[in-house]
C-alpha cells in the first residue's frame, strides 16, 4: 500500500507541470477558500437532513456512513465518505453477479457502475438517484480531501483508464460535482469522462465551478444520465 503511494506521488511531482494554470500557487488558494466557505456553510445547514438520513439508513442495522478508498491530490490516498446505499455484503455479491453474468461484466469493464446493480438497497437506490448518498463528501470537502467541484474521485485501479491524462487528475483535488456530472454521468464512457475531467483542469477558473455547481442541480433534479 505505502509503495502504490509512493509510486502515485511520484507520477504527480513529475507530471504536475502540465496542470495549467491550477498549478498556481494563488489558483490553488482562491479555489480552496471557496470550497471551504461554501462547505462549512452547507454542514451546518443541512445537518438535521443528515440526521435524518443517516437514522434511515441505519434500520437494516448496519452503519449509517462508510468510507471507500479513492485517489486525491498527489496521490494520497483518503477514505470517501458517503451514506450507505448497499448491503452488507457489497463485495461478494459483486463478484458472484460478474461471475455468472457476461452482460454485466462487459457492462462493468466498460463503464465501472451496472444500471441493475444488486448490491443496492431500496432506500440506496433512492439516495443515488437523488445523489443524497455523497453529501457526507462535505466532511472531505472541509478536510482537504476533496475539493466540491473537481475530477470524479478514483479508485486506485482506475488509474489505466487515465494513461497519460493521470497527471491531470493527480495534480488537483477530486470533487463532489464536476465536468462528468454536468457532462452526461453514466452516459459517457470512462474515457470520455477522463477527457472532460482533463480539459477542466487544464482550462480552470472560479467561474467555471460556480457554473458546474449550478448546473448540478437541474442535473440531480431531472436525474440527467443517472443510473
Known amino acids: 500500500m505505502a509503495a502504490h503511494v509512493v509510486t ?23 479555489k480552496r477558500g471557496f470550497d471551504i466557505v461554501l462547505a462549512s456553510t452547507a454542514l451546518v445547514l443541512f445537518a438535521p437532513l443528515f440526521a ?7 434500520r437494516d442495522g448496519g452503519p449509517a456512513f462508510f468510507g471507500q478508498q479513492r485517489v ?10 458517503k451514506f450507505r446505499s448497499m448491503r452488507a455484503d457489497a463485495a461478494e455479491a459483486l463478484a458472484v453477479h ?3 453474468n457476461p452482460l454485466a461484466a462487459a457492462e462493468w469493464k466498460r463503464f465501472q457502475k451496472l444500471r441493475n446493480d444488486i448490491r443496492i438497497t431500496p432506500f440506496g437506490r433512492f439516495m443515488r438517484r437523488a445523489s443524497l448518498d455523497e453529501w ?20 486506485p485501479e482506475q488509474k489505466d483508464f487515465y494513461a497519460q491524462e493521470f497527471s491531470y487528475y493527480l495534480s488537483v483535488r477530486p470533487g463532489i ?13 470512462f474515457q470520455e ?5 482533463s480539459d477542466y483542469v487544464r482550462n480552470w477558473n472560479l467561474a467555471a465551478d460556480i457554473v458546474i455547481l449550478l448546473k448540478t442541480i437541474p442535473t440531480l433534479l431531472y436525474k440527467d444520465g443517472a443510473f
Open 8 to 30: 502515485l506521488a511520484y507520477e504527480a511531482q513529475s507530471d504536475c507541470e502540465n496542470a495549467g494554470y491550477l498549478h498556481q500557487p494563488l489558483a490553488h488558494f482562491v
Open 177 to 189: 460535482t464536476g465536468p462528468w456530472q454536468v457532462g452526461g454521468r453514466n452516459k459517457l464512457t
Open 136 to 155: 457526507p463528501q462535505l466532511i472531505n470537502v472541509v478536510k482537504g480531501d476533496m475539493s466540491l467541484v473537481g475530477p470524479r474521485p478514483c479508485t
Open 52 to 58: 435524518a438520513i443517516a437514522v434511515i439508513v441505519r
Open 193 to 197: 469522462r477522463v477527457a472532460l475531467e
Open 98 to 100: 460478474l461471475a455468472s
Open 72 to 81: 486525491g491530490k498527489n496521490g494520497k490516498l483518503f477514505d470517501c465518505y
